[in-house]
Every structure is written in structure tokens, then in C-alpha cells.
């Protein structure tokens, strides 16, 4: 993740895969300074002409590929959120909190195995674990008015073409969910 200063609001980027099945993009997503990748996601972004982008995910110097189509480079390029199955981020990422105090609720980790919708001939199992409330469940997570539920230390099969399996936070579209269950797997 890296901050930047252009004029006078401080700005976040995190460098992200955005994978809508059939076609995978990588690009660097800016936001506000206070602002997680989860919240950028849920809430949408300001742009640079102040614009609040909300159904489309605005990526920079990005890059698309699919397994039908070759490389493609874009300087910018929007994604319909309805079409995106998961949000990877691929930079290391600061784990501070953001300037915003976000209030304290004491969450519990939960193991959980998804089933993505299938896009094309590929449908992804993530493995990984994402917080509820003490003495909540898992339905109160994906019954949230969230589009997406964030999911950390995830394993993905199979792995994204020309992309890692392994990702430390992903954000997982509920729109895109078959089925989600607690494992038992640590």
C-alpha cells in the first residue's frame, strides 16, 4: 500500500487482482487515506473530479487478461461491480489502523469455505477465514447489507491463471456465493 499527496486530501492505493471469472485484471485502486479496501469496495471511491464511484470499481494503469483474449493494457479502466467475483490485494498492505477510528467490536475468526459462482469453465473454492461478532454466526455476515464480506488467509483452487493461490485479504461479492460453510480446517 502506498500514500500519496495530491492537492489537498491524502490519498491510499493498494494494489489488487479483480477477477469477474472470465477475465482478470491487476491495477492499483486509490481511496481515501481513512478508508480500507473492504470500505473502498462497499462504500466506492471519490475520484480525481471528486465524483463518488459506487456500482464501478475505477483501477489504475491496469492490465487484463483472459484465458480467450491476450494481454491488455489500459491507463484506467472501470469494472462493474456486479460482474466481479473476488478482490485480491497482491501488495503487501499496511495492517495499521486507518486514521478513522472504526468503533471496537471484539470479533471472533471463523474458518469458512466458499463456492463461487461458475463464470465461464472455472468455478473457485476459497478457503479462509472471516471475523463475526462475539456470539454472532456466519448467516449475520452474509445477511449484512455489505456487497462484500472480507475473507483473510484464503487458499484458492484452483489458482488464478498467471496469479499466486495464496492471498492474505480477499473481498468475496456476495452476489457471486453458491454455497458458504464453517470448516473445520485451521
Not at 480500507?36 to 471511491?45: P, S, T, W
Not at 454466526?137 to 445477511?143: A, G, K, S
Request: include cysteine; hydrophobic fraction near 40%.
Amino acid at each position: 500500500m502506498m500514500v500519496e499527496n495530491e492537492g489537498p486530501e491524502l490519498h491510499k492505493q493498494f494494489e489488487v487482482l479483480v477477477c469477474t471469472g472470465e477475465l482478470i485484471f491487476t491495477g492499483t485502486l486509490r481511496c481515501g487515506f481513512s478508508q480500507r479496501l473492504i470500505d473502498a469496495l462497499n462504500e466506492g471511491v471519490q475520484t480525481e473530479t471528486w465524483a463518488k464511484v459506487v456500482n464501478f470499481l475505477p483501477i489504475l494503469n491496469a492490465t487484463m487478461t483472459g484465458t480467450r483474449i491476450s494481454e491488455k493494457k489500459f491507463p484506467s479502466i472501470y469494472i462493474a461491480k456486479n460482474n466481479i467475483v473476488f478482490v485480491a490485494q497482491i501488495s503487501g498492505g499496511n495492517t495499521e489502523k486507518p486514521l478513522r477510528t472504526y468503533p471496537f467490536r471484539e470479533k471472533l475468526p471463523v474458518v469458512v469455505m466458499a463456492y463461487a459462482a461458475r463464470v465461464s469453465d472455472v468455478q473457485y473454492a476459497l478457503h479462509g477465514r472471516t471475523y463475526i461478532d462475539v456470539g454472532g454466526q456466519v448467516i449475520d455476515t452474509i445477511e449484512s447489507e455489505a456487497r462484500f464480506i472480507p475473507l483473510t488467509h484464503v487458499v484458492i483452487e484452483p489458482a488464478l491463471p498467471g496469479a499466486d493461490s495464496r492471498y492474505d485479504f480477499i473481498a468475496l461479492n456476495k452476489d457471486h456465493i453458491i454455497s458458504i460453510s464453517e470448516s473445520a480446517d485451521p
